[in-house]
């Protein structure tokens, strides 16, 4: 296997889309316990969310095609081995998320497929593309997000339909990121990573960064460690909120 080196500008752009999602995190808490009343889901709310789960999902594609790139052996059962177990391990995640969020909102719009879902999720279907030609992904991409827009609006009362992007008419969730249009993304994503970092090197030339000087350093520090901190900062983001709520009283 190669030697696994990091990319400080993947990890760069991971940390600062963590950061991104903690941003919106803490104005959903503060919306939820009355501080302030933002529209979160219209606007320049949902823009920013958007960019944040779109920054997310590319980089997710690139680290798939790079993964791929470093396993000497790219046989299927060697490709479903490594992303299967990872994708495992994802999905486990995404359950605790799912049952946490069930928890603390009372059944009321608790993430039932969100990011972390998807991810999971993509890193099995990943398995038939990352092997494939840039252009296939591309096209299956454009092709998958093209259906999300054609489909949308359609509802079903199946978990699979929501799963696709059908979810039933009054389905209500604080995080929703369906199969269809987002896996599009992902697939852009390996392809962009076919593109860039061609045999999982770097192919391009970097712009003059200091990587090692702050703030740039610390983005690159939270990429590194993105899953950790999308699992605790809501915990700590609440419980701040909660102890300032106790102390205010």
Do not use: C
Not at 26 to 38: E, I, K, T
């Amino acid at each position: 296997m190669q030697n696994a080196v990091r990319f400080p500008e993947i990890d760069l752009l991971r940390g600062i889309a963590i950061v991104m999602m903690a941003i919106f995190h803490f104005m959903f808490d503060l919306n939820y316990f009355g501080f302030v009343s933002v529209e979160l889901y219209q606007g320049v709310w949902l823009i920013f969310q958007r960019i944040t789960i779109t920054l997310f999902l590319l980089l997710a594609g690139v680290s798939l095609h790079i993964s791929y790139e470093r396993l000497e052996d790219k046989s299927f059962a060697t490709v479903f081995a490594k992303f299967g177990k990872r994708s495992a391990f994802l999905f486990a995640v995404s359950v605790l998320i799912t049952i946490g969020t069930y928890v603390f909102l009372n059944g009321q719009g608790f993430v039932v497929f969100g990011i972390i879902h998807l991810i999971a999720l993509s890193m099995l279907l990943s398995i038939l593309f990352v092997g494939q030609n840039k252009f296939v992904n591309l096209v299956a991409g454009l092709a998958i997000i093209s259906i999300g827009f054609l489909i949308y609006g359609i509802t079903t009362n199946s978990l699979l339909g929501l799963v696709l992007g059908l979810p039933s008419a009054n389905f209500y969730t604080i995080d929703y990121v369906p199969l269809f249009p987002y896996f599009g993304i992902v697939l852009i994503g390996i392809f962009m990573g076919k593109t860039l970092y061609a045999n999982g090197q770097r192919v391009f030339t970097l712009p003059k960064i200091n990587f090692d000087f702050p703030p740039t350093s610390y983005f690159i520090d939270l990429g590194k460690n993105s899953l950790l901190i999308y699992l605790v900062h809501q915990p700590i983001i609440i419980g701040l909120i909660l102890l300032f709520i106790r102390l205010k009283s």
